[in-house]
């Protein structure tokens, strides 16, 4: 029960940051994957340089 909760206010807390602050929600997108692009990339490398 209390993980419904918790999702629950999670979403409400994300609807609301769009709605007051839509660049920086778009901001924050952005620079997650902008993470999530260079955590693949260093991956890549890694498994690339195995003998």
Known sequence: MNKKW???LV???VFWYV???PYG???LVS???GGLGHAAESLSVFVS???
């Open 25 to 27: 929600a778009a901001e």
């Open 49 to 51: 340089a195995l003998p």
């Open 31 to 33: 620079n997650a994957m």
């Open 6 to 8: 918790i999702k629950l």
């Open 11 to 13: 979403l409400a807390f």
């Open 19 to 21: 709605i007051t602050s």
